[in-house]
Structures are given as structure tokens and as C-alpha cells.
């Protein structure tokens, strides 16, 4: 299994580009997130899913977007790219409570955004 | 909603002692505390869990402790080796699992030789 794969590894944006962060996986899993993480801030959670068409907000959703077609993929959309959205992002995968062991999130590599 | 402090930001140890960090957190219907491990340009994996229902749990040189009526939970590493070098996070949820969770800010582990 390749686990949880993230495209692209690094980009750069101008302010007010959009692009789309990829991320599948194959584990089978009905739980996928998406979490950014900046330096000295932890993980916050912009958006989660617990199955094909379903998506949540987290803490942190505003100047996102997400869609869910598939069990295996979770892309993450930035509209209108701004500064504060600079961040290394990073897509997980888990099982539900009824479909194996619910604790561990399984972590992509990250993408590491840069918006100037 | 959920709110974990994690303690101290940065910790530096010399090779073969120990090394605890500490987090409290908010929300006493939490139930689930996870710790992750993120080394230098990597990503984040676990390495130890703790469910409510548990005081302690040990796996080999790490173990986790939980005080449910302080609502804080702690990290403990034996004996420490030069890969355990890394940024380490707590986190908390109430659902049992890995949604919901709420991570610490992290604390870098600095293992000097």
C-alpha cells in the first residue's frame, strides 16, 4: 500500500491564484481530513469527511474548499490564494469507530505552500 | 470546544536520561489522548495512545500517563537515543478516535550528545 499520497510536494503561489491540493489514498479508509500546520502552532483541522459526499468544517475552513466523489480521494481547494494561507498542509486518513482501529491518523508527506 | 496546552515548547536532554512532556487540556468528556511524533521534514506519526479508561501504558521506552481528574496527560521517554530527536504532539477528543482531535502546539526534543 502507498498509504496516504499528497501532490504537489511544494508550490508557490502568487496572491489571488487558486490551485487544488491532491490527496488520495488506499487504505480503505472512510475518514479523511485535512490539517495545516505552521511553525510553532500544532495541527489545526480545515476540513473532514467521513465518507463519499460528506464533508465537515473544522477549526480553521475559511478560505477553503473540499469535495469528497470517492472513497480514496480528498482534494483541497484555495480559491483566492492569500499570505496567511502560507502553510505546509498536511491530508489523513483513519477507519470509522465500526471499521478498524479508529485511533491512528495516517499522514500524507505534506505540501509546503508558499503565497507572495 | 477543546483546548490543549502542551509544556515545555522546547526540551533538550542529554543521551541516556529521560525526558517527560507534559499537556493539560479543557473538556472533561475528552476520552481519547493520542501522541505524535514528527521528525525534521516528515510527517506526523503516531506513537503511543492513551483511551480514558487507562492510567498508564507503556511501550518499550515511551509510556503515557493520564490524570483524569486534572485532565492532564503526560509523555515519558526512557533511556534516550539520538532518533528520538523530533517535534512531539499532544492531542484530545471526546469521540473516542482520530476525528475531533485537538493537537497540542508541539515540543521539540532535543537529545544532545
Known amino acids: 500500500n502507498a498509504g496516504v499520497t499528497q501532490t504537489p510536494k511544494f508550490r508557490i503561489l502568487k496572491i489571488g491564484q487558486s490551485m487544488t491540493l491532491q490527496c488520495t489514498q488506499d487504505?480503505?479508509?472512510?475518514?479523511m481530513y485535512w490539517y495545516r500546520q505552521d511553525p510553532g502552532m500544532g495541527l489545526k483541522l480545515i476540513y473532514y469527511?467521513?465518507?463519499?459526499?460528506?464533508?465537515d468544517k473544522g477549526e480553521v475552513p475559511n478560505g477553503y474548499n473540499v469535495s469528497r466523489s470517492t472513497t480514496e480521494d480528498f482534494p483541497l481547494r484555495l480559491e483566492l490564494a492569500a499570505p496567511s494561507q502560507t502553510s505546509v498542509y498536511f491530508c489523513?486518513?483513519?477507519?470509522?469507530?465500526?471499521?478498524?482501529?479508529?485511533?491512528?491518523?495516517?499522514f500524507g508527506n505534506g505540501t509546503r505552500l508558499t503565497v507572495t | 470546544g477543546e483546548n490543549v496546552e502542551q509544556h515545555p515548547s522546547t526540551l533538550s536532554v542529554q543521551e541516556g536520561d529521560s525526558a517527560v512532556i507534559k499537556c493539560t487540556y479543557s473538556?472533561?468528556?475528552?476520552?481519547?489522548f493520542p501522541w505524535y511524533k514528527q521528525e525534521l521534514g516528515k510527517r506526523p506519526q503516531l506513537i503511543i495512545d492513551i483511551r480514558s479508561n487507562v492510567g498508564e501504558k507503556k511501550d518499550q521506552r515511551i509510556a503515557v500517563t493520564l490524570n483524569k481528574t486534572a485532565k492532564h496527560f503526560s509523555l515519558h521517554i526512557t533511556e534516550t537515543q539520538p532518533e528520538d530527536s523530533a517535534v512531539y504532539f499532544c492531542a484530545a477528543s471526546r469521540g473516542g478516535g482520530a476525528d475531533g482531535l485537538t493537537f497540542g502546539k508541539g515540543t521539540h526534543l532535543i537529545i544532545q550528545p
Open positions: 487504505m480503505n479508509h472512510n475518514y
Open positions: 469527511s467521513v465518507g463519499a459526499g460528506i464533508t
Open positions: 489523513a486518513s483513519s477507519y470509522s469507530r465500526d471499521r478498524g482501529p479508529f485511533g491512528t491518523l495516517h
Open positions: 473538556d472533561s468528556a475528552s476520552n481519547y
